[in-house]
């Protein structure tokens, strides 16, 4: 069955760096949209970063600057490259694909703990 698989959360101090990738296990036709959303505990989950299928990116103002999102379409693979992070950036991290035909595809969930 086709799964999204997340790797790459743990802790990290402040200003350190991270790279989560989300890798689709089984084929998905026509993704479109890839991206990295993150929930801390008692907030919404809040859209982090997007990129389109040609290459079209979208971050939350609270990131620009520290993150990049990239992707890997022969892989069915997106990335997100954490620096600099701050304590604010502790969340559960969903990745996101989105296909025109079927749908939306959401990862598990890592989490990402800044802290000292």
């Known amino acids: 069955q086709v799964r999204l698989v997340e790797s790459g959360g743990g802790l990290v101090q402040p200003g350190g760096s991270l790279r989560l990738s989300c890798a689709a296990s089984?084929?998905?036709?026509?993704?479109?949209?890839m991206a990295w959303y993150r929930q801390a505990p008692e907030k919404q989950r809040e859209l982090v970063a997007s990129?389109?299928?040609?290459?079209?990116?979208n971050y939350a103002d609270s990131v620009k600057g520290r993150f990049a999102i990239s992707r890997d379409n022969a892989k069915n693979t997106v990335y997100l490259q954490m620096n600099s992070v701050k304590s604010e950036d502790t969340a559960v991290y969903y990745c996101?694909?989105?296909?025109?035909?079927?749908?939306?595809?959401w990862g598990q969930g890592t989490q990402v703990s800044v802290s000292s």
């Open positions: 996101n694909f989105k296909a025109w035909f079927s749908g939306d595809y």
């Open positions: 089984g084929s998905i036709f026509g993704i479109n949209t």
């Open positions: 990129i389109s299928n040609s290459g079209t990116t």
